[in-house]
């Protein structure tokens, strides 16, 4: 059974940063790609970014290009979102999600299999 935990949520302030890790476990992930989506409040969930485990073939959404950067560390079976630079408009529930498929970028809820509970980001002063 895939877990996926996330941590490092929380309140900053525009222009901070935070840092979004997401514990995998139940699997050899070598073939999976585990993504960050987020909720904001009263909107759909939509992509963030993407990396592929074995690869690390990485994948981000334009609105977050320059100032998001997702990693993983396959020793440790987890999968970073180093935010910076924050705005308002980042604010959202933050959810990680994995897929068994490595060989096309998937940026649809629909594509994820297996999802955690979310943490909370909020951008405000």
């Known amino acids: 059974q895939v877990r996926l935990v996330e941590s490092g949520g929380g309140l900053v302030q525009p222009g901070g940063s935070l840092r979004l890790s997401c514990a995998a476990s139940g699997r050899t992930f070598s073939s999976y790609t585990v993504a960050w989506f987020r909720q904001p409040p009263g909107k759909e969930r939509e992509f963030v970014a993407s990396i592929t485990w074995g690869g690390g073939l990485a994948w981000l959404t334009d609105s977050v290009k320059g100032r998001f950067t997702i990693s993983r560390d396959s020793g440790k079976n987890t999968v970073s979102l180093q935010m910076n630079i924050l705005k308002p408009d980042d604010t959202a529930l933050y959810y990680c999600?994995?897929?068994?498929?490595?060989?096309?970028?998937?940026?649809?809820?629909?594509?994820?299999?297996?999802w955690g509970q979310g943490t909370q980001v909020t951008v405000s002063s």
């Open positions: 999600a994995a897929r068994l498929g490595i060989s096309t970028i998937q940026t649809n809820v629909g594509e994820y299999e297996y």
